[in-house]
Antibody, heavy 121, light 110 residues
């Protein structure tokens, strides 16, 4: 079955960077775009960006431009989300979520369980 | 950027019908998707493209979209439906196209 397995919880200091991984299985990795969405404690969902695992092209939310980098490794069917210059407001659960395809990628049909990132001095 | 507005909370008795709205400027021209999130869990897609259901989602979940309001309707509400619900669209109209979520609605089953 389709699975997205994310890396474990992270604790980072302000100013540092974090890199979260999301390993896909149960489907053809390069045939489905991947979104990243985050959720701060007690808050709603926030879309961060999307990556095409086939060619590696990305599109980021304006809020995260310059601070976020999404990459992929097709040999391991893994996508990565790196967020730099961390501040306390980046404390959140970060989710990878698969898009339903590559020609129609406007929603998320399968979600990972999330990775908690805590930013604290 | 595009804004989606949801009521913070909706309450309904078991067996009744819950309606959760999602407001946006001319949202009827966009495809709306709905997610259910229970405490401590990842979101789950319950309706996509306004009114389609993924496999495994009960027929009790349905959606509609017209004008400036999209609606998620849950019929014969059960205790297990208590959760946060989020609407989402893809905003392709701005310089930075991307996903947009509503603020979420907490459904309480009385």
């Amino acid at each position: 079955q389709v699975q997205l397995v994310q890396s474990g919880a992270e604790v980072k200091k302000p100013g540092a960077s974090v890199k979260v991984s999301c390993k896909a299985s149960g489907y053809t990795f390069t045939s489905y775009y991947m979104h990243w969405v985050r959720q701060a404690p007690g808050q709603g969902l926030e879309w961060m960006g999307i990556i095409n695992p086939s060619g590696g092209s990305t599109s980021y939310a304006q809020k995260f431009q310059g601070r976020v980098t999404m990459t992929r490794d097709t040999s391991t069917s893994t996508v990565y989300m790196e967020l730099s210059s961390l501040r306390s407001e980046d404390t959140a659960v970060y989710y990878c979520a698969r898009a339903p395809g590559t020609s129609y990628y406007y929603y998320m049909d399968v979600w990972g369980k999330g990775t908690t990132v805590t930013v604290s001095s | 950027s595009y804004v989606l507005t949801q009521p913070p909370s909706v309450s309904v008795a078991p067996g009744q019908t819950a309606r959760i709205t999602c407001g946006g400027n001319n949202i009827g021209s966009k495809s709306v998707h709905w997610y259910q999130q229970k405490p401590g869990q990842a979101p789950v897609l319950v309706v996509y493209d306004d009114s389609d259901r993924p496999s495994g989602i009960p027929e009790r979940f349905s959606g509609s979209n017209s004008g400036n309001t999209a609606t998620l309707t849950i019929s014969r509400v059960e205790a297990g439906d208590e959760a946060d619900y989020y609407c989402q669209v893809w905003d392709s109209s701005s310089d930075h196209p991307g996903g947009v979520f509503g603020g979420g609605t907490k459904l309480t089953v009385l």
